[in-house]
């Protein structure tokens, strides 16, 4: 993120919120194509650092549910301008909860616990023994992606 202030000083308004817009894209699960960076702005490389940027910092704020005036805040304490803060703000007042509703779809984790079943079996005797007396727990676990499994 230290890596776009000095990009941002020269950089053009109409750059940035471009920029700005396909990490807003990107983050929302589209995909970002060579076409719309070479777009964007004049040096390729010098965009894709401000798109990794700026789709860190947005990330970093939907995560934690940064408050807005918190947002802007650390951004002024990075020195990014003035004009670039308040775009950014107005993007995430704006699109708050469209990103933070795709991010929770997006969200990568371990199934859930669904259903469990147990069952506690008992041998009681065998053809050779009488008196055997051995339990056995079997467990069956029904998981949130559908997988079932026993032991």
Request: with cysteine.
């Amino acid at each position: 993120v230290k890596r776009i202030v000095p990009l941002l000083d020269g950089l053009e308004a109409k750059s940035f919120r471009r920029t700005l817009h396909l990490a807003f894209n990107y983050l929302k699960g589209e995909d970002v194509t060579e076409e719309q960076f070479a777009a964007a702005g004049p040096v390729l490389e010098d965009i894709q650092t401000l798109f990794t940027g700026l789709f860190l910092i947005l990330r970093a704020a939907l995560r934690a549910r940064t408050p807005e005036d918190t947002v802007q805040a650390d951004l002024t304490a990075l020195k990014i301008p003035t004009q670039c803060i308040q775009d950014i703000a107005a993007l995430l007042r704006s699109s708050r909860d469209l990103l933070q509703d795709t991010s929770e779809k997006n969200k990568l984790g371990f199934p859930k616990l669904k259903n469990l079943r147990w069952r506690v079996d008992v041998t009681i005797s065998t053809t050779s023994s009488l008196r055997v007396m051995k339990p056995y727990i079997l467990m069956q676990m029904t998981l949130s992606d559908g997988s079932i499994r026993s032991f």
